[in-house]
């Protein structure tokens, strides 16, 4: 989001998102039918925010030492992957659990039993186990995983167990890795600017970047009401419109503001009527566009993952967005 001191962000928690079948890549729509949900990830291949717990797998599963944790508000997850104490952990006593999973979807070790869940289910005979260190429940999915790699009978009838997955293991076969490719998730940097933003002389613009040279870029001036809440929200709703119905997307973008609103808020403002305590909802004409296009994504087999980008580190998406978006502001109305 940029004004004349606009905020500069940080690289976002990306990463391997391919390692799911055709199948199994829709990116899950779960933080938003149960009221937000996000995946924090501390120590990981990318440590980040995810909106998608399948997304936030590939980022911890086989990394030795991950540590990750759900949270339902997006603050605390934020204090959790900067190492701070989230705000409600003060109230939390219950003494921590690590849960090994040998044999499932996505072996690794779990801190909830939800999650680890998510890893064994539907799958023909797991291997899991609870413990109270971090050490022992590595200790059992290395041992446990070592063994059966030298058992290549068993190794083999454990990758055919189910044929519509795809375990995830540290070494992919080339074929795998062919299929990571053709099914790679899209990625996008939104930004929104306003120049004397409040003001009734402000000027906004939106700017959304694919990539150098790529033609999906946008740079323009903001149309209607000129703030720095609309701009962002636009530049999210232009990027899903440039990216085809069936295409798994990744937007990245530094206004908590908005991934809020889509994936969270919004809940409530549709069972009240889009009306708060104080009158309408702010912007919920483009709340409500983007919601539309991303449950139409949905329909079409597609997921939207929203990943939030600290400011002030100069990530190159984010600075390149930053000044499409700038730019587009200088444009005529």
């Known amino acids: 989001m940029s004004s004349q001191s606009k905020k500069r962000a940080a690289p976002g928690a990306a990463g391997s998102h391919n390692n799911l079948s055709p199948k199994k890549r829709r990116i899950d729509s779960a933080s938003s039918s149960s009221g937000g949900k996000y995946y924090a ?3 990981g291949a990318k440590p980040g925010i995810y909106t998608s717990w399948a997304i936030c797998q590939q980022q911890i ?11 339902t508000d997006y603050e605390d997850a934020s204090a959790f992957v900067q190492g701070r104490n989230p705000t ?4 939390d006593n ?3 659990r690590f849960y090994g999973v040998a044999v499932g979807r996505t072996p690794g070790v779990y801190t909830e039993w939800s999650e680890a869940q998510e890893a064994i289910k539907g799958w023909k005979m797991p291997k899991y186990r609870k413990f109270d260190t971090r050490e022992e429940a590595e200790e059992f999915v290395r041992t446990y995983r070592a063994g059966a790699a030298g058992d290549a009978s068993a190794q083999a009838a454990l990758d055919g167990d189910a044929a519509d997955e795809e375990p995830v293991s540290q070494t992919k076969t080339a074929a795998m890795a062919s299929l990571q490719q053709q099914n790679s998730v899209v990625v996008v940097y939104t930004d929104g600017s306003s120049r004397a933003n409040g003001r009734a002389d402000a000027a906004a613009g939106v700017g959304v ?3 150098p040279g790529d033609p999906r870029n946008i740079s323009e001036r903001l149309k209607g009401l000129q703030t720095n809440q609309r701009a962002e929200l636009t530049a999210i709703l232009r990027a899903l419109e440039s990216v085809d119905l069936d295409q798994d997307l990744e ?11 889509v994936t969270e808020w919004y809940i409530n403002w549709e069972r009240n009527g889009w009306r708060t305590q104080g009158g309408p909802v702010k912007n919920a004409d483009l709340v ?3 919601r539309k296009k991303i449950e139409e994504r949905e329909a079409h087999g597609a997921g939207t993952q929203f990943i939030w980008v600290k400011g002030h580190a100069m990530d190159p998406g984010n600075i390149a967005a930053d000044k499409l978006a700038v730019d587009g502001a200088m444009k005529p109305a």
């Open 41 to 43: 990830v501390r120590v």
């Open 61 to 71: 599963s086989g990394f030795k030492g991950a540590v990750f944790k759900s949270f």
């Open 88 to 91: 409600s952990a003060a109230a």
């Open 94 to 96: 219950k003494p921590p």
């Open 209 to 211: 970047y694919f990539g």
């Open 251 to 261: 937007i990245r973008t530094d206004s908590k503001y908005s991934i809020r609103c």
């Open 288 to 290: 409500q566009d983007v």
